[in-house]
């Protein structure tokens, strides 16, 4: 029967849009709280709860409301559920209001309504005389292949290409238009279907204002989270990228977290590259693991010996904007587009493992590890693979956050390196964008010596700011620390633990 029909494809719909709420709700928490196993785990726990107080909410539902009830809980889920990820944009940039406290309500109003959901079709499937064996199977097949159907939609098309307010007004729409015609093909059994006709079609043009004007919402919840004019946005597979402009300083955040501003990250990446450079004056090849904008090619291209500098990022928009934007190829001299470059977009681990190239420096420029993902690539797995890509005489030199704001994260980068059997030189520069930032300088040999002056232009390096680099004072001494191992990833606690104290 077409009825029947209609209700399977709600028992789809109904699976589809439950878990993108879900995977939405874990994705901006993580977007704007930090990345962690703690924000999916316990967003998920509590989202299984919620359906489990729905489900035990269902038996209340007099039989003669069911399918009454099911199209009206269809269309508050769409509308909460699609209002969600605006919502929540909007609290955290704008509102004084606990963003956690409003983000776990949700998850909890929405995962009770779509527990609900599946055991009040199953009660207008056995009213329909099915056959309790057949309507099981058939409910449950579809309900597992709607979460299937959505878990490979959300992160390849729709949180990249729509972004996570339209994924989820996308998925309320769908939600409210399954109710809709629900309601029309069983209009039998619904009470007042008059009026539950007319909600549907507010909720469903409420959500469609929201999905044309979500590009200029965010925008605006972005604009108040930032402060400055936002001058680029991208949401990628891998990340939420922004670059912000105030008078002549542009800024980067990925994930909300601050990269660089344009005023000082010169020090940064001088730092970064040139302590290690000048004890190679016969250096010919280079690696560059992340670092996609580009400044630290920039400040290898410096040398005229290097004959070849690969780049690996994994984000390919993200090198192509830093590539093609006039205002960021000003920043970075054009280095993506130079003729010694070669750009490769790949996971960097991955990529160690497939190459047999060997580097006289490889640079480690990576996003802080902020979460288990990141963290492998700092472990020591990693940092052994990077040790057979270099040559006999070579360096590797590790981004490793700060050593005055996580000092147990920092160190452990240093111990990580050892145990992965370097030698090592930790050093550090004050940028004032950051503060207090740490490297970590190794080699498999145990010559290097500090330098007392560059053979290339520099802004922020001499004799005297680099022999203060591989100073350490007394208030930044060497706490006792594990390697970063990826049994454990010691190294993710110790950098949650760390910025921890600094978070309000």
């Not at 962690?36 to 299984?48: E, R, T």
């Not at 001058?231 to 402009?245: C, E």
Request: proline share 4%; aromatic share 10%.
């Amino acid at each position: 029967m077409f009825a029947d029909r209609i209700l399977i494809l709600s028992v789809f719909i109904v699976a589809s849009c439950g878990l993108a709420y879900e995977l939405i709700a874990g994705a901006l928490s993580s977007y704007l709280l930090g990345d962690s196993v703690l924000q999916y785990s316990s967003i998920i726990g509590a989202y299984l709860f919620a359906m489990g107080i729905g489900s035990h909410l269902s038996k209340y539902v007099r039989d003669e409301d069911t399918v009454t009830r099911f199209v009206e809980i269809e269309l508050l889920v769409g509308l909460i559920g699609g209002l969600s990820a605006l919502a929540l944009f909007i609290v955290f940039a704008w509102l004084a209001a606990p963003f956690r406290t409003v983000l776990y309500a949700l998850v909890i109003i929405i995962g009770t309504l779509v527990g609900m959901e599946i055991p009040l079709v199953m009660r207008i499937f056995n009213a329909r005389r099915a056959e309790f064996r057949d309507m099981v199977s058939r409910v449950l097949t579809f309900d597992y292949l709607g979460a299937l159907a959505v878990s490979l939609l959300f992160p390849l098309l729709m949180a990249p290409k729509l972004g996570l307010a339209r994924s989820a007004l996308l998925f309320g729409i769908a939600n409210v238009i399954i109710a809709l015609v629900t309601a029309r093909c069983l209009r039998d059994e619904v009470r007042s279907l008059r009026a539950v006709m007319a909600r549907g079609l507010i909720v469903l043009a409420v959500l469609l204002g929201g999905f044309a004007s979500a590009g200029r919402m965010t925008h605006w919840a972005e604009q108040g989270l930032f402060g400055d004019r936002i001058v680029h946005a991208l949401s990628t597979p891998y990340q939420r990228l922004v670059i912000t402009q105030w008078k002549d300083e542009l800024r980067l955040y990925l994930n909300g977290n601050l990269q660089f501003s344009s005023l000082d990250e010169h020090r940064y990446h001088e730092a970064l590259v040139h302590p290690a450079m000048q004890n190679l004056p016969a250096a010919r090849t280079a690696l560059v693991l992340g670092g996609g904008d580009g400044f630290a090619v920039r400040e290898l291209l410096k040398y005229p010996q290097l004959q070849k500098v690969t780049l690996v990022d994994l984000d390919p928009q993200m090198t192509q904007l830093f590539s093609s934007a006039a205002n960021l190829t000003a920043l970075n001299h054009n280095a993506l587009n130079d003729k010694r470059v070669q750009v490769i977009n790949a996971d960097a681990a991955q990529w160690l493992e497939q190459s047999r190239d060997s580097f006289d420096l490889v640079v480690i420029d990576l996003p802080d590890p902020s979460n288990y993902a990141l963290g492998k690539l700092y472990s020591v797995p990693m940092y052994r693979l990077v040790a057979q890509h270099l040559a006999a005489n070579g360096y590797v030199v590790v981004q490793s956050t700060s050593p005055w704001y996580a000092p147990h994260a920092y160190w452990c980068v240093a111990e990580t390196l050892k145990a992965a059997g370097l030698n090592i030189w930790p050093y550090h520069a004050h940028v004032p964008s950051f503060g207090e930032w740490g490297y970590v300088l190794a080699a498999p040999h145990n010559r290097f010596t500090v330098p007392t002056s560059y053979s290339v232009p520099t802004r922020f390096l001499d004799a005297d700011s680099t022999r203060a680099m591989f100073s350490f004072p007394a208030d930044l001494q060497v706490p006792k620390v594990e390697p970063n191992r990826l049994n454990d990833q010691a190294l993710v606690r110790y950098f949650e633990q760390d910025w921890g104290r600094f978070q309000r």
